[in-house]
Nanobody, 122 residues
Framework: QVQLVESGGGWVQPGGSLRLSCTASGFSSGDYFGNYHLRWFRQTSEKERELIAA???????TYADSVEGRFTISKDYVKKTVYLQMDSLNPEDSAVYYC????????????WGQGTQVTVST
């Protein structure tokens, strides 16, 4: 069972930056970090969970329009970690952020982190 542990959330003023990390562990024999599409979602009490950034197993990245140009997703195979660099934050970015991993060949193998709170305010 793959486990995802997020870190890096917190409070920041508008215009500031945060970097979220999500470290994976628990891969079964023959499975490995590079097998997974990795994604970041966010959710507030007013909105459904929203996909905001993804990096495919092959490395291609995509972003929601709401974060394009401000957020950057990346991954480190050695550290088995996916990052979300968030710049030019505004109050509308306040949410609980979740990382997600989906196996590229077996999409029923999907895992979620516990979520980390990001609050952008003065």
């Amino acid at each position: 069972q793959v486990q995802l542990v997020e870190s890096g959330g917190g409070w920041v003023q508008p215009g500031g930056s945060l970097r979220l990390s999500c470290t994976a562990s628990g891969f079964s024999s023959g499975d490995y970090f590079g097998n997974y599409h990795l994604r970041w979602f966010r959710q507030t009490s007013e909105k459904e969970r929203e996909l905001i950034a993804a990096v495919g197993a092959g490395g291609a990245t995509t972003y929601a329009d709401s974060v394009e140009g401000r957020f950057t997703i990346s991954k480190d195979y050695v550290k088995k970690t996916v990052y979300l660099q968030m710049d030019s934050l505004n109050p509308e970015d306040s949410a609980v952020y979740y990382c997600n991993a989906v196996h590229q060949y077996h999409p029923v193998s999907e895992y979620w982190g516990q979520g980390t709170q990001v609050t952008v305010s003065t």
